[in-house]
């Protein structure tokens, strides 16, 4: 069932506000209310879609464009982006101004120390939730081990193994 424009604005522009830590640490809300809640996307459907925006050149927030495109056509894709960045943006630029004007206060520091591990829990999650969409293929936490730690160790640029992941994949489908 395809939502209505107003639904489809309101649902990513409340997105946009859980964003702490950008667009792939909010990928496992996106996944939990676009495929659990909403029904909009199945989970092979969201894996894709959100390896599509990764692989694309720009900016991360790609995905919530992607989505709505594959949600709601044009139309779809022009409101999940006004949507996920309008209320981000707004915010941001508040904030700004207010840590501008709290330059000298003691608890600053400390409360931005704090969203860090907060942005890198939302990162580990996403790792969770696309492992998960894509556990039909039995290898994928094998070879995503693998490439997290290739990139970790090795001094060569990640796309290599984006490379090695993409000839594996071509593989397999080709296969089967």
Not at 5 to 26: E, I, K, Q, R, Y
Request: aromatic letters at 10%; one cysteine or more; proline letters at 6%.
């Amino acid at each position: 069932m395809s939502p209505s424009p107003l639904d489809l604005l309101l649902t990513f522009c409340m997105l946009s506000l859980l964003a702490v830590g950008g667009a792939n640490a909010l990928a496992p809300e996106m996944h939990r209310i676009l495929v659990d809640s909403r029904g909009w996307l199945d989970d092979a459907t969201f894996s894709q879609l959100y390896a599509l925006a990764q692989a694309a050149p720009g900016p991360n927030i790609l995905s919530a464009s992607v989505m709505g495109m594959a949600i709601g056509g044009w139309g779809g894709m022009a409101l999940a982006t006004i949507g996920i960045l309008t209320p981000a943006a707004c915010l941001a630029w508040t904030v700004a101004g207010w840590l501008e004007a709290l330059k000298g206060a003691w608890w600053i520091k400390p409360a931005q120390a704090g969203l860090v591990p907060l942005a890198l829990g939302l990162m580990g999650a996403s790792g969770f939730i696309l492992g998960d969409a894509a556990a039909a293929f039995f290898l994928a936490p094998f070879i995503t081990a693998g490439s997290a730690l290739f990139i970790w160790r090795s001094n060569r640029s990640p796309l290599y193994a984006l490379l090695a992941g993409g000839m594996l994949g071509l593989g397999v489908f080709a296969i089967g």
